[in-house]
């Protein structure tokens, strides 16, 4: 089990943007693999983006790439997802999220530890 605790998460207008932040409370391994994923006002949950620990390596959902970029700080134990151009359907509890296995999966579900989320809105 880790501890993850997300950070960042506010009120911006269409086009601002928001950088999030998710800090680790335990080391993560580095055969690890770090998602933000969301959950909208629906309650529909989707994947946003992940990235492998060790490698580096991203996947993005397709509505996200080219505006959100993740990425980590091995050494802070934490990763963050800056978000550019917002729209608002970026409006959702962002959760990050993180399973042990340096292969990213754009498969929510794959993802067995989660934080408790930060509440990202965009108004029009």
């Known amino acids: 089990q880790v501890q993850l605790v997300e950070s960042g998460g506010g009120l911006v207008q269409a086009g601002g943007s928001l950088r999030l932040s998710c800090a680790a409370s335990?080391?993560?391994?580095?055969?690890?693999?770090m998602a933000w994923i969301r959950q909208t006002p629906r309650k529909e949950r989707e994947f946003v983006a992940a990235i492998s620990w060790r490698g580096g390596n991203t996947v993005y959902r397709d509505s996200v790439k080219g505006r959100f970029t993740i990425s980590r700080d091995n050494a802070k134990n934490t990763v963050y997802l800056q978000m550019n151009s917002l729209k608002p359907e970026d409006t959702a509890v962002y959760y990050c999220?993180?399973?042990?296995?340096?292969?990213?999966?754009?498969?929510?579900?794959?993802?067995?530890?989660w934080g408790r989320g930060t509440q990202v809105t965009v108004s029009s």
């Open positions: 335990g080391r993560i391994p580095s055969s690890s693999a």
């Open positions: 999220a993180a399973r042990f296995t340096d292969t990213t999966s754009t498969d929510y579900t794959d993802y067995p530890f």
